[in-house]
């Protein structure tokens, strides 16, 4: 089958007229195929097969046909991944299972991640540790200059380093393969949040040999507000759990062997089903799903290019037109350490955003400085890149976000 190109994908995603959509990373446009979608499920299997369709539309499997489909996107195989719960409630889940995993060797008691994190990640790891207190858990947050410096101070006694593959604000890259096998050597594992990886490029998790990982699907997933997260446990140590019979990392009547049994007693299931909780929220499975059908036929390899393209050429015309106006590039200028997304620092970014949005070119804006562009090649071309720096040296020049009604801050930015 010869692939898509990716500029064909655009008309698959339902775009206001009006809008430059610079925030796929953040919540990804509707796929066309989404709303019929929905409809269905809504209409033909709630409305007409009620109950009956936990089996008849194979409902009760949402999880686990998902999870195999986004195995295919982050380089995983069928069995290790399911989709469930948030991303913050799948880290819970993850760290616990990291710490499970390194139950016989009581001394490693740190886990290690980067103090720039997405701030949900940190605080699931202050829970775990005043939750776990006999276990005595160390956290070290640390800059991303000495996270290997740190991975190696900390050799012999760290459970799990936990990072986060691209910054949230910077779109700086960590290197998976080469911090993975660093972390490997000193004995511990290795647990990656893809918030910002999956399908933003290739992800290759089972060559990078990852121990454990999450991620968001309503990102560049586009998997709609609120989608089922996922996560991922390798082979090996899934199949160490079962030997082991090692609980679930929350004990809901999903993560029995037999749900229907109704036992009072729990019995975890085998497998990557340990992971799920309770009943999926079917309506959000039919909206991930249908955009997942759509990514199993996108060639990563040219979305990542496409990508590239993109970054590169805002980069360039945001310094060319907007030079002069205070403006600094946070993200790397080096692709290979890029995500798929661009920052810019300025004293006045949230309200210098806010004015863009007004215009339509929507992007956001991250605390204390940050300005920031997602970039998501199915739907976003080289001429938006240029129409919505056309818009940016305007604001910049008329310095028109200092109008009041670009300074008072929403609740979610
Ligand atoms: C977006 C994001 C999350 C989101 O977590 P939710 O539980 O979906 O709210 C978590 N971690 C990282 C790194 C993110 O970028």
Redesign the pocket.
């Known amino acids: 089958m010869t692939p898509i190109p990716i500029a064909a994908y655009r008309q698959q995603f339902s775009i206001p007229d009006d809008v430059i959509y610079l925030d796929g990373n953040s919540l990804g446009v509707l796929p066309k195929a989404t709303a019929a979608a929905v409809a269905k499920t809504v209409e033909q299997e709630w409305g007409n097969g009620l109950i009956r369709s936990w089996n008849t539309a194979d409902w009760v499997n949402a999880p686990r046909r998902c999870g195999d489909k986004i195995a295919r996107l982050i380089g995983a195989n069928a069995g290790e991944v399911i989709a469930c719960d948030?991303?913050?409630?799948n880290l819970f889940k993850a760290l616990l299972t990291a710490l499970a995993l390194q139950n016989d060797q009581p001394q490693r008691n740190v886990i290690i991640s980067d103090i720039d994190?997405?701030p949900?990640?940190l605080y699931i790891a202050q829970g775990i540790r005043d939750l776990l207190r006999e276990r005595e858990i160390q956290l070290h947050f640390v800059k991303r200059q000495d996270m290997q410096s740190t991975i190696e101070a900390f050799s012999g006694c760290t459970t799990v380093v936990m990072l986060?593959q691209v910054d949230?604000r910077t779109g700086e890259r960590y290197d998976m393969q080469s911090i993975t096998a660093l972390v490997q050597s000193k004995g511990a594992l290795m647990l990656w949040?893809l918030?910002?990886s999956t399908c933003a490029f290739p992800v290759e998790l089972n060559a990078c040999n990852a121990d454990l990982a999450v991620g968001?699907s309503y990102?560049y997933v586009n998997g709609g507000p609120g989608a089922p997260?996922f996560v991922f446990a390798a082979k090996r140590h899934l199949d160490t759990l079962d030997a082991e019979g090692t609980s679930a990392p929350i004990s809901g009547w999903f993560a029995h062997e037999a749900p229907f049994a109704f036992d009072p007693l729990f019995r975890v299931v085998r497998g990557i089903e340990r992971f799920t909780v309770g009943t999926p929220p079917i309506l959000q499975f039919a909206a991930l799903e249908a955009s997942l059908d759509m990514w199993l036929t996108v060639d990563m390899q040219a979305l990542r290019d496409a990508s590239v393209v993109l970054t590169e050429r805002f980069i360039k015309e945001v310094e060319t037109q907007c030079a002069g106006h205070g403006l600094t590039l946070a993200t790397p200028r080096d692709a290979a350490i890029r995500g798929s997304q661009v920052s810019f620092r300025h004293a006045e970014g949230y309200a210098i955003m806010q004015t863009l949005i007004a215009r339509g070119v929507i992007g956001d804006f991250r605390a204390p400085d940050i300005l920031r562009f997602g970039f998501t090649p199915l739907y976003i071309n080289e001429d938006d890149v240029v129409k919505a720096v056309v818009h940016f040296r305007e604001v910049m020049s008329s310095r028109e976000y200092e109008r009041t009604e670009f300074q008072a801050r929403g609740k979610v930015t």
């Open positions: 948030s991303t913050s409630v994190n997405f949900t990640d986060t949230y949040d918030a910002h968001c990102k997260a």
